[in-house]
Nanobody, 125 residues
Framework: QVQLVESGGGWVQAGGSLRLSCGAS????????MGWWRQAPGKEREFVAS????????SYANSVKGRFAISRDNAVNTMYLQMNSPKPEDTAVYYC??????????????????WGQGTQVTVSL
């Protein structure tokens, strides 16, 4: 089992910046591909970004490409999402997610086995 806890959410002004963190415990963090997902009120949960086990391969949703950056530090069992130039449409609950052991990173929700509790991000004009 892997336990995931997000932090860093809150209110941010459009055009500013915010960094989310995801702390992992329970198993060897570096064995798991990771991802960030988000869910806005009344909408389905959607893919934001993913990162490979070693951190060298990343992938982004078109809506955040060029503005958000996913990274991880396996030495401290933590994943990050740097949100630059956020827009009001980025307002959502952001979830940290862990894929299956030794798998490749993915943008499919069914490939994720572990989820954090979510952290609210609100972007205002």
């Amino acid at each position: 089992q892997v336990q995931l806890v997000e932090s860093g959410g809150g209110w941010v002004q459009a055009g500013g910046s915010l960094r989310l963190s995801c702390g992992a415990s329970g198993r060897t963090f570096s064995m798991y591909p990771m991802g960030w997902w988000r869910q806005a009120p009344g909408k389905e949960r959607e893919f934001v970004a993913s990162i490979s086990r070693g951190g060298s391969i990343t992938s982004y949703a078109n809506s955040v490409k060029g503005r958000f950056a996913i990274s991880r530090d396996n030495a401290v069992n933590t994943m990050y999402l740097q949100m630059n130039s956020p827009k009001p449409e980025d307002t959502a609950v952001y979830y940290c997610a862990g894929g299956r052991e030794l798998a490749n990173p993915s943008s499919r929700i069914s490939d994720y086995a572990y989820w954090g509790q979510g952290t609210q991000v609100t972007v205002s004009l």
